[in-house]
């Protein structure tokens, strides 16, 4: 996926599992009532169903896996 600084995904949820790992750019994760930041590096995992945002600080590219597979992706 590649992020432009102010992208945000408002909260929401899926049944799938989601992790991934940042590349490049800087971001805000917020999953439940808990708030990351996630650099250069940094990697993450969401539980499926898990209410979830996403706010992009700085422009960058990040690797999003989603099990089983997100139809609405392909």
């Known amino acids: ?3 432009v600084a102010g992208n945000y995904a408002s909260p929401h949820q899926h049944p799938n599992e989601q992790s991934g790992y940042v590349i490049s750019g800087k971001y805000e994760l917020t999953v439940g009532d808990k708030k990351y930041e996630l650099n250069p ?11 979830h945002s996403f706010r992009v600080i700085e422009g960058g590219e990040v690797v ?3 099990t089983p ?3 609405d992706y392909l």
């Not at 590096?41 to 209410?51: F, K, N, R, T, V």
Request: aromatic letters at 16%.
């Open 41 to 51: 590096g940094d990697a993450y995992a969401i539980p499926g169903s898990q209410i």
């Open 64 to 66: 999003d896996v989603f």
């Open 69 to 71: 597979p997100r139809k």
């Open 1 to 3: 996926m590649n992020y």
